[in-house]
């Protein structure tokens, strides 16, 4: 067999082995649980019966916030479910999801605001604790952020303050961050080689892998 042969033949394999058959799916690339409280007073909140829960990102400084979903999405006691956080339905997502995957080890908080009310901050850590990345999901193409909501509970409460009573609101949460993962160094292998073959033919690639070969 020639060398021209042989090169076809290893170019027609390549082109079997990295054409999918269907697009690739997201997944779960990181998740983690949350449980925490807010608690509010009559005389500012009134009979509060709502709360949202979003994220934010801050720098190391905290010169930098961006929120993630503020009042997007409400959540009464006793309520359950899912919410997709997308590029499509969430102002700033993309500038969100590239802070997540940059490289750089900053803050990842979480919080809990009573609708119409305000609240706070229910958690927080480095990038690299939340998302146990390295530091982050840097490489990875963050496509959605799931909450999903276990439980949402509401109660009397009396605040430490001189300030009389209030409501409670408790979150048992998870987040989850759905996306293509990085590829794995096979597939980066491959890809490489690739590229090198590409260099050395002036035939455009997808011909050459694609076109029937002759006898």
């Known amino acids: 067999m020639s060398t021209k042969s042989t090169s076809a033949v290893l170019l027609s394999g390549l082109c079997l082995a990295l054409i999918p058959t269907r697009a690739f799916a997201s997944q779960l690339l990181v998740d983690y649980n949350l449980v925490g409280f807010i ?18 990102h801050d720098s190391e400084d905290f010169t930098q916030v961006l929120q993630l979903g503020v009042g997007q999405q409400y959540w009464a006691a006793g309520d359950s479910g899912t919410y997709d956080f997308t590029p499509t339905n969430t102002q700033y997502f993309k500038d969100f999801a590239s802070l997540l995957t940059d490289g750089q080890d900053e803050l990842l908080l979480e919080y809990l605001y009573v609708e119409d009310c305000g609240g706070g901050n229910i958690g927080g850590d480095a990038e690299s604790s939340r998302l146990r990345g390295a530091p982050d999901l840097i490489g ?4 959605f952020i799931r909450l999903v909501v276990n439980n949402i509970s509401r109660e009397p409460y009396t605040p430490p303050c001189d300030c009389g009573p209030g409501t409670r609101f408790d979150a048992n949460i998870n ?8 590829p794995e ?3 980066l292998t491959l890809l490489f080689i690739i590229a090198l073959l590409r260099r050395h033919r002036r035939v455009p690639f997808g011909r050459v892998l694609c076109t029937r070969l002759s006898a």
């Not at 005389?43 to 829960?53: A, D, E, G, H, Q």
């Open 39 to 56: 608690g509010t007073t009559d005389s500012i909140c009134p009979n509060p019966t709502r709360v949202s829960l979003f994220l934010e």
């Open 140 to 143: 990875s193409n963050l496509e």
């Open 175 to 182: 987040w989850q961050f759905w996306g293509t993962p990085v």
């Open 185 to 187: 160094p096979t597939t």
